[in-house]
């Protein structure tokens, strides 16, 4: 069924074709599915697809599904809400929220489908770790706050706005997720900044800025990853011309000194290194 054929996007940062997506209603039939995610027991995503669109996305891969049509057709399992009252009786273990795709992309904003989850999981024990890109978090901090030791990771990538608006051209502009993660960390939720990737065709000040942009939000905690190649991403990067070339992107040389280089600023600023997965 298709919800949704509309204009949405705002963004100062975004001066683009406003994006298209087709929703559908998908029926799950398990709401939380095991996790071998560090940190985390179970999985919960109440979207299949992404309207963020970050052209470094290797989750359609996970997830086998067409890379074409990943943010431009986004299912929504609605009947989650229902599943989560029964599963939660029996089900125990910290759940990440949004493991394979963002659970605050932009049809959230209507549908309020991770909303309506997270007010399951309050009525519970069982502690969350959300991890999104997008400040529409910020919406349900009051909600998020009541359950049980709540973590919000957001995903900063560059402080460069075009940038970033080419790379995530459907995701809030760097500076909004900034606001947002210093709104986290205000509402004493456990918080962190994901780099996830560190992009190989970052230099050193440009990774000095990202860092010392997470530190003026009050975030003390930075957790890398690396860029996951896979095929069509290349391709993806260069005709986005965010790249020139992509011999960087194999270079894995290169990029462990990135890593070390994030790791020695963190170092430097105060800020806990962590590497994900
Ligand atoms: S926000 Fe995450 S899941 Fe969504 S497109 Fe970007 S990398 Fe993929």
């Not at 095991?34 to 997830?63: I, K, Q, R, T, W």
């Not at 975030?219 to 011309?241: I, Y």
Request: hydrophobic share 40%.
């Amino acid at each position: 069924m298709i919800i949704r054929d509309l204009d949405f996007f705002i963004s100062d940062a975004r001066p683009e074709e406003p994006v298209k997506v087709k929703a559908f209603d998908v029926k799950a039939r398990m709401g939380l599915t095991p996790s071998s995610l560090p940190g985390l027991n179970l999985a919960l995503n109440p979207y299949m697809g992404c309207e963020h669109g970050c052209l470094y996305c290797f989750a359609p891969d996970v997830v086998k599904r067409p890379r074409e049509t990943w943010s431009s057709e986004v299912g929504y399992r609605s009947n989650l809400p229902v599943l989560l009252n029964h599963e939660l009786r029996t089900k125990r273990g910290v759940i990440g929220v949004g493991t394979v795709t963002d659970p605050y992309q932009p049809l959230e904003k209507m549908l309020l489908l991770t909303r309506k989850c997270l007010m399951e999981i309050s009525r519970h024990d069982n502690p969350i770790s959300i991890l999104t890109k997008s400040d529409l978090v910020t919406r349900d901090l009051e909600l998020i706050c009541s359950t049980a030791r709540p973590e919000i990771g957001i995903t900063v990538t560059t402080t460069d706005e075009m940038l970033a608006a080419k790379l995530e051209p459907g995701a809030p502009s760097p500076r909004r997720r900034f606001e947002a993660l210093s709104q986290v960390v205000k509402a004493n939720i456990e918080a962190y900044a994901m780099i996830g990737p560190v992009l190989p065709f970052l230099e050193d000040r440009d990774l000095t800025l990202l860092l010392e942009a997470i530190k003026a939000t009050g975030c003390t905690r930075v957790m890398v990853d690396r860029l996951r190649l896979r095929p069509g991403l290349e391709q993806a990067l260069l005709e986005s011309k965010a790249v020139r070339t992509t011999s960087c992107l194999t270079d894995h040389a290169h990029m462990g000194g990135q890593a070390r280089f994030v790791r020695e600023e963190c170092i430097r600023l105060g800020l806990r290194f962590e590497t994900a997965f």
